[in-house]
């Protein structure tokens, strides 16, 4: 197999619902376009990589998909969650459709065939990572911004979040998904949600090298030679290795009350400053998501791939109706209040019994 870069070998670009497609020198590139909305996820973009995807999948001229955000800001923030809450709102059906044909997206990229590079060049969050962490060589940048922020609007980190996230080593996974904090390279390759760094300033060498890539090996060997020359896979003083003894001390808690009580009260490592802030920060996001994303990640640490996206799907179905989702939007995207009504408003005003009703049901949904 030998790179090829003629105007024979290079398909037109087409633009279809925000998203970028183009084959170069047998390598299916997409890119989210919605720069000016940080590449958030519509449905009509959702369609459009599933198609791509499964295009190329069938295509023996393709050997490999990179997949980027447009602009400098974002590789993809999200899904459009003003959208699914006028949906809501609206007595429409889109919010629903979004999340099945979301994750089945996800889905589909964690089983794909074929090796999938993902530049997380900017913001990566909810929706962004559920595209990414599925991906075979997951690239991030100094730029990179990368989190699971869903409890911050009454939500729950979903597109796959119940699988990765829990099997982050110790307790990691479960205080980024309770907590909804983003991080940065050092800490994304620290954690395993990254597997290499590449300065930003040679992104544009890297698709240089694509382009002329001789493949030889194997596509996945190949891409992996070429990021081996640009990037590295460890960074120095991630913060989160020196908080590890804290994290996992504190979100091994029996529930999120006890965790927020050990953080006001307890000192592991000379970690109090950060412990008090953390705790503080909680304060601020719905009981109810905090709870439930605990349930949901020491469930979902048992539980195998397709299994997780169906707890998640099985957790959305009831969330507009019964979460705190619609509040959170209201308050911070909506209104821009910025004072949500969470309910219940408190740690100790949440039952125990409620939180598990969420679970109720499981496993004939997911069987």
């Known amino acids: 197999m030998t790179a090829q870069v003629s105007s024979e070998a290079s398909r037109a670009e087409t633009i279809q619902f925000d998203v970028v497609a183009q084959v170069r020198n047998h390598i299916g590139h997409l890119t989210l376009n919605r720069p000016a909305g940080l590449n958030a996820l519509t449905l009509d973009m959702v369609r459009s990589l599933t198609e791509h995807l499964r295009s190329w999948a069938d295509d023996p001229s393709v050997y490999a998909v990179v997949l980027r955000g447009a602009g400098e800001k974002a590789f993809c923030a999200g899904g459009d969650i003003r959208s699914l809450y006028d949906s809501f709102k609206n007595g429409e059906r889109l919010h629903e459709d979004f999340f099945v044909e979301e ?18 060049d900017g913001f990566v969050l909810g929706g962004g990572m559920g595209l990414v962490q599925g991906a075979d060589l997951r690239v991030v940048t100094e730029r990179s911004r990368l989190g699971m922020p869903e409890v911050a609007i009454g939500y729950f980190p979903d597109v796959g979040g119940s699988y990765f996230l829990s099997r982050l080593p110790g307790e990691l996974g479960t205080y980024l998904g309770v907590t909804g904090v983003q991080i940065r390279a050092a800490d994304a390759l620290y954690c395993g949600l990254a597997d290499w760094h590449l300065d930003s300033g040679r992104l ?29 896979q460890q960074l120095p003083d991630a913060p989160l290795a020196t908080l590890r003894p804290a994290i996992d001390h504190f979100f091994a808690q029996r ?23 953390t705790a503080e920060l909680m304060l601020t996001r719905s009981p109810l998501a905090m709870a439930v994303t605990l349930q949901m990640l020491r469930r979902g640490r048992h539980l195998p791939l397709e299994q997780c996206f169906a707890l998640e799907l099985h957790l959305d179905r009831q969330w507009f109706e019964r979460g705190d989702l619609i509040e959170g939007v209201r308050a911070l995207i909506i209104d821009k209040d910025k004072t949500p009504r969470w309910n219940p408003p408190t740690l100790h005003g949440l039952a125990e019994s409620h939180v598990e009703s969420f679970f109720q049901n499981f496993e004939q949904v997911g069987s």
């Open 204 to 232: 544009a060498e890297l698709d240089q090298k694509l382009d002329h890539l001789q493949w030889r090996v194997s596509p996945l060997k190949d891409l992996q030679g070429v990021l081996a020359k640009l990037g590295v």
């Open 255 to 277: 529930d999120v009350a006890s965790i927020v009580e050990q953080l006001q009260a307890v000192t592991v490592n000379g970690s109090h400053e950060w412990a008090l802030a």
């Open 103 to 120: 994750y089945a997206l996800d889905l589909a990229i964690h089983h794909y065939r074929k090796p999938m590079l993902a530049l997380m």
